[in-house]
């Protein structure tokens, strides 16, 4: 299955990230450790996203426009003042293969940096469209795992969450759905109109894993997902660990080296990352909890 890693802290190059560690996360890509009965490599694409500062940002992708992934014209998506901006870089070939990875994105230097690695799930398409990190506004995503009868379990998702409009998705896979139905439920979250902290990116995670859950019981769901300043992810099958100090952050499948501080996160979790803070919560409900 899929690897995927976020960052946040000093500014760091782009490239670096992705090849960082004696593990790093191109090497993961041809020698993951923990795939937990979902692919042996991850050689259909790749994918990284970063921030930069909206002043930093090119005029014409100011603040609060989105990048990629359609501007959609709705004035939520651009009444709040954000302090960062998201673009992507994305490749449907093997990660190894993209020169890109130290030729070019090494020069890209940001703090906050979300990649992805792919490895296709079976009958779903391998095309860039399907890699992540898939992005909106100033959020960017990554899903490792798969959902079983993914197309009517997420289609009656979407309808208990407002029914969006699911011909958004990038590509024909449940990553890319799953992220329409979460995107429509964070933007309508940072709405200046919802209720401060009545829905937070991470009850938005947690209400739609236990939807997704209620469906397709087997389903596999670690999530990752970035603004630019924070980073919340669950674990829902597969592996996940931290790495957190007072200046930096990392989340990733699996650790990128051997520095002790790594910690590895118990499966069903939600975790909420930022420099010097890292908290946890079960995802199970006390059902799950009493019955394991
Ligand atoms: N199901 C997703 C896809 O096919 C994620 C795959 C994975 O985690 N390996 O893109």
Known sequence: MCRHLAYLGPP?????????GTH???????????????????ADGFGVAWWLPADAAPADHGAGVTWHGGATGDPRDTAVDRAATVSRYRN???????????EVLPQLRSTAVLAAIRSATVGMPVERGACAPFTHGHWAFSHNGAIPDWRRTLTDVAAQ???????????????????????????????????????????VLREVV??????????????????????????WHHSLAVLVT?????????????????????DRQLVVV???????????????????
Not at 12 to 20: P, Y
Not at 92 to 102: H, N, Q, R, S
Not at 280 to 289: A, I, N
């Open 246 to 266: 007072d200046e930096f952050a990392v989340v990733a499948s699996e650790p990128y080296d051997d520095d002790a501080r790594w910690r590895s996160l118990a």
């Open 92 to 102: 449907a070939a093997p990660i190894w293969t993209d020169p890109a990875v130290e």
């Open 210 to 235: 236990r939807a997704v859950l209620a469906r397709s019981p087997q389903a596999r769901l670690n999530l990752l997902l970035g603004d630019g300043e924070t980073v919340w992810a669950t674990t």
């Open 274 to 292: 930022r420099p010097g803070s890292l908290t946890v919560e079960s995802l199970e409900t006390d059902d799950e909890r009493a019955g394991s």
């Open 12 to 20: 760091t190059a782009v490239g670096e990230l992705l090849t960082r």
């Open 161 to 203: 969450f407002g029914a969006p409009s699911l011909l958004e998705a990038e590509s024909l896979t449940d990553s890319a759905t799953l992220w329409v139905i979460l995107h429509g439920l964070l933007t309508r979250a940072d709405a200046p109109e919802s209720a401060a902290g009545e829905t937070t990116p991470g009850t």
């Open 24 to 42: 790093s996360l191109r090497t993961q890509s041809w020698a993951p450790r923990e795939m937990r009965d979902g692919g042996t490599i991850n």
